[in-house]
């Protein structure tokens, strides 16, 4: 089994792709004003539910229930779904998955497929697959469109174009959908996309979406979104494909109830989302006739298998937490480099494929604590990055200079001779970089903060020099 | 009896910051202790992901303030590390004796304006601060210790001090411990944005009651020579002079 997320595999580590984007002001504006918005309009929403923190603790609950019995509602889904005319295909990772779907659209030798709302295919990275087998894929959901148009990777989990602005996606639709002349009112860009994407739509005869979750108890797929782009794909083609990861199932249909509160208004600062569409199996003469499900592991079971992270898996994917985080903010998604961005995403990302390809990502993150503040499951994401910190330097995945660094400051702090000891080394020691009361230029890892902090020098006497003069004087 | 731990960089960097909470104490009455043994609650290994190390300091912690009654923290972090994390590393130990020991003195450890507005229902000490000042809450205050306006209320009550509200005061500064040094591309961007709430509202101090981000925010007031300085909550309230900088 090879799990792969996205590219992440050949990522460049988070600092170094943080640097270039944060010097993009373009982006960082764009980013910033995105994220405003979408906050502002989710604590409002939010803000007037008086039972948010009972929904939040009893999804919670729900995700760690399901988590711990997962093989049986997974084997119940595909019962009820293969009950209602559905086919179950179940894929132990990202080759395993596009193989199925390549075979099942080649079967029907279609050339081309729309996609709505799946976030999981970009993490196996479907499209390339599909591209590679000679099918054209169709992105329909509008900030997917700008991403494929723009050549682009997505920055956010649920607004995957959050990084452009209008003008920027303009110029896109200009060159891609060859048009004339374009207005530069949002409406002119969209009734540009809703030309482009209904000929699709009523041409294309295979689909694969997404979805936000699956009913073990009625076999149901259910896919949340704002345009109807989503619905056109449910239910307009003949083949529909679905691609989900296994932890988003969900015992009931009753349990819906809570999540759809809970996702729309953290993802979107929606009171409910525009469209939910939910289905089960096929109807004959209505909809798509042929549906198949591919339920993906890709690295799943390894996070099950992890008591200290297994809350991961609870993720709805509403991308509050990317919205929340100062880091985020200031780099958007790209710098994560995965389909996985901001909190979640470096939790997810190096837990889901092996370490060593993203040992920067659980330092990405200065662990204010925002995220678990705004997540609708409670994922207490610090914990967890935190923990995954502990594997990197178990791991030995830490640079030498940082271990030795540690070492050292752990000896220094390990008893009060040692620390006094050191606190007086430091104070000989910072000579050189001195001036004016400051430290400056400072080599090494602390040349990152010297560059534009200044650090006061170490005063000429600790707190424990002074408590004990204090201490004579007073004895005296 | 009231034990101090200072926190490490406190004694060090920002000895001041103990001195003016003695004082506080002091003139409220109350008698202090600084166990000299103490050094490190252990929270940089541990968030940096060296667990080995932050237990070993755990450990000592829990054995340099056995039997202490009250033991106050002028460092919000110090004291969200140890409710956030002692009890589940006691845990992943197997120790129960030292689970124990952890449940026991969690409940006696008080941030220091915890200490004053929770334990001893105080919120004017006395302080005299002829200055404007914004306060900066720290992560750890607002969502781990759930501080609320206990520092606003110590600051209010302070005699000709002017608290200016700092806008954004919910988004972290950037500094996030070895995050700093680690990201220091982001942590200077997050920092950015900080320094320029600091001084869109015209203070003079910028005060919180963690020295870690004011070391960061200072440290840009500093370099960008904006003539804002840093003081941490603590030695505002200890100030009856009202001169300028010390």
């Known amino acids: 089994m090879t799990v792969r997320v996205g590219k992440a595999a050949e990522a460049p580590e988070f600092p170094d792709a943080a640097k270039a984007l944060v010097s993009n002001t373009q982006l960082r504006h764009n ?19 008086p039972d948010w923190e009972e929904l939040r603790a009893t999804a919670h609950e729900t995700k760690e229930h399901t988590l711990q019995y997962l093989e049986s509602y997974l084997v119940q889904f595909e019962e009820a779904c293969t009950r209602a005319g559905g086919k179950v295909h179940w894929a132990r990772d990202a080759d395993e998955a596009n193989r199925i779907i390549v ?115 009625t076999g149901a797929v259910c896919v949340v979104e704002s345009e109807g782009n989503g619905r056109m794909c449910l239910s307009l083609p003949q083949v529909l494909i679905t691609i989900a990861g296994i932890e988003k199932v969900v015992p009931t249909f009753r349990d819906l109830e809570v999540f759809l509160q809970l996702l729309p208004r953290s993802a979107t600062g929606e009171r409910m989302n525009p469209y939910n569409s939910i289905w089960t199996g096929i109807t004959s003469g209505d909809g798509p006739q042929e549906f198949h499900v591919v339920l993906l592991d890709n690295g799943r079971t390894g996070v099950l298998a992890d008591p200290e992270s297994r809350q991961t898996l609870d993720c709805i994917r509403c991308g509050a937490c990317l919205n929340a985080c100062p880091v985020y903010r200031q780099t958007g998604g790209h710098a994560y480099g995965s389909v996985y961005a901001g909190p979640i995403g ?60 540690m070492k050292a400051a752990a000896q220094s702090l390990a008893g009060p001779a040692r620390f006094s000891l050191a606190q007086k080394l430091a104070r000989i020691g910072q000579w050189p970089f001195e001036r004016d009361g400051m430290l400056r230029d400072l080599p090494g890892m602390l040349a990152g903060w010297t560059d534009v902090r200044d650090l006061p020098a170490i005063p000429k006497e600790s707190f424990r020099e002074w408590w004990r003069k204090r201490e004579k004087k007073e004895s005296a | 009896m009231i034990s101090l731990f200072v926190a490490c960089y406190n004694d060090m960097m920002f000895p001041d910051t103990g001195k003016a909470v003695v004082t506080v104490l002091e003139r409220l009455g109350h008698r202090v202790e600084f166990r000299a043994a103490q050094t490190c609650c252990g929270q940089m290994h541990y968030n940096t992901g060296y667990h080995e190390d932050g237990m070993r300091l755990m450990v000592h912690f829990l054995k340099v303030f056995r039997g202490a009654e009250v033991i106050c923290v002028p460092s919000s972090s110090c004291v969200a590390m140890m409710r956030d994390h002692y009890l589940k590393m006691a845990a992943a130990s197997g120790d129960a004796a030292l689970e124990q020991e952890v449940a026991a003195v969690l409940p006696r450890v ?137």
């Open chain 1, 103 to 217: 075979d099942l659209i080649q079967y029907h030798n279609e050339k081309e497929v729309i996609k709505v709302k799946t976030m999981t295919s970009d993490e196996i990275q479907l499209n390339q697959a599909l591209e590679d087998s000679g099918i054209t894929p169709h992105e329909t959901d509008l900030a997917d469109l700008i991403v494929q148009l723009g050549e682009d990777q997505p920055s956010h989990i649920v607004v995957p174009a959050l990084h452009r602005n209008k003008m920027e996606i303009r110029e896109i639709f200009l060159k891609k959908m060859k048009l004339k002349e374009l207005g530069e009112e949002a409406e002119d860009l969209a009734a540009a996309a809703r030309t482009y994407l209904r000929e699709k739509f009523l041409r294309v005869k295979t689909a694969i979406s997404g979805a936000n979750f699956l009913v073990a108890e």
């Open chain 2, 110 to 246: 008080f941030e220091f304006s915890e200490l004053l507005v929770d334990k001893f229902g105080v919120t004017d000490v006395g302080a005299f601060y002829p200055h404007t000042v914004t306060l900066h809450t720290s992560c750890h205050a607002l969502r781990s210790l759930h501080v609320g306006d206990k520092p606003v209320r110590l600051l209010k009550a302070v005699r000709g001090l002017t608290l200016l509200e700092l806008p954004q005061s919910e988004e972290c500064c950037g500094f996030g411990g070895t995050f700093a040094v680690k990201n220091p591309e982001v942590s200077a961007a997050m920092l950015g944005d900080k320094v320029r709430c600091v001084l869109n509202t015209g203070a003079e101090v910028c005060t919180a009651s963690d020295n870690s981000c004011l070391m960061h925010i200072g440290g840009a007031l500093s370099r960008q020579r904006t003539g804002v300085r840093t003081m941490h909550l603590a030695e505002i309230l200890a100030s009856t002079g009202g001169g300028g900088q010390s």
């Open chain 1, 31 to 49: 980013v910033r004003h995105a994220t405003d918005v979408i906050r502002g309009k989710r604590a409002r929403v939010v803000a007037e539910m």
């Open chain 1, 346 to 405: 470096a939790i997810v990302t190096p837990q889901l494929q092996s370490m060593q390809h993203s040992l920067s990502l659980p330092y990405a993150s200065s662990l204010c604590g925002a995220c678990y503040e705004v997540c609708p499951v409670k994922i207490n994401i610090p914990e967890i990055l935190i923990h995954l910190r502990s594997k990197v330097v178990e791991g030995r995945g830490a640079p030498l200079s940082e271990r030795m660094a």
